[in-house]
């Protein structure tokens, strides 16, 4: 577990492909379990110690996560993220060339939580919810392409079915088209940046980490 920042009020945390945040039917020890007794043990607390989940990246990607050290936080972040107000930009690795270098994507997505997967639907479809995107294509390789893409929603599973929907699955993703998995079972999509303004002290906070292995080879 890497934490790249933390205070009195949040902890921020770089999460590894495999990693889930929230515990779920697999029975696996979950990245929020593990804050909790790292939070334990750091401090010497005694007791139940509180750690709340502001959000999610789903288990094969990897990056930035937040977490709440304290109910206010909590309470302050999960409002600021229902209006859009935690900036969330990815690095994704894409089979093929898109066409146009950089574009927004608009579509309707439906999530299927019997076989954990959205689907690209019309607009009309009950229980459609509007998704949307910004991405760049920082760099070309010989099969695939490095982006960086901007949400402006989200979804479950945005990223991941718009760009598969384009016609450029992301790679390793075996569940939206990719050709073949990644050797350590993840995909090569990445939370790199997290900007959003302190809940409490209200100061600017904007955090990064370095581009997964793929992405890099890419661009060089």
């Avoid at 593990?34 to 990897?62: M, S, W």
């Avoid at 995909?187 to 959003?196: G, R, V, Y």
């Amino acid at each position: 577990m890497e934490v790249i920042y933390e205070d009195n009020h949040i902890i921020v945390v770089n999460k590894a492909p495999g990693e889930i945040v929230q515990g779920d039917k697999t029975g696996d020890t979950p990245l929020v379990e593990t804050l909790k007794q790292y939070l334990k043990e750091k401090y010497n607390k005694p007791g139940n110690v509180f750690c709340g989940v502001v959000h999610r990246i789903d288990r094969p990607v990897a990056g930035l996560v937040i977490f709440a050290k304290t109910s206010k936080a909590l309470t302050r972040l999960n409002e600021m993220l229902r209006k859009g107000e935690i900036k969330k930009s990815y690095r994704a690795v894409v089979q093929g060339k898109p066409e146009t270098p950089a574009g927004t994507l608009v579509n309707f997505l439906k999530s299927d939580s019997a076989r954990n997967k959205s689907y690209i639907v019309d607009e009309k479809t009950p229980d459609a919810k509007r998704c949307e995107l910004d991405y760049n294509v920082v760099s070309y390789g010989d099969n695939y392409s490095a982006l960086e893409v901007e949400l402006k929603t989200g979804r479950k599973h945005q990223i991941r079915a718009q760009l598969a929907a384009m016609g450029h699955p992301i790679k390793g993703d075996l569940k939206y088209g990719a050709r073949r998995s990644n050797p350590d079972g993840g995909i090569s999509l990445q939370a790199f940046n997290l900007s959003f303004i302190h809940p409490v002290s209200k100061e600017p906070i904007n955090l990064s980490v370095s581009p997964l292995p793929d992405f890099q080879k890419i661009v060089g």
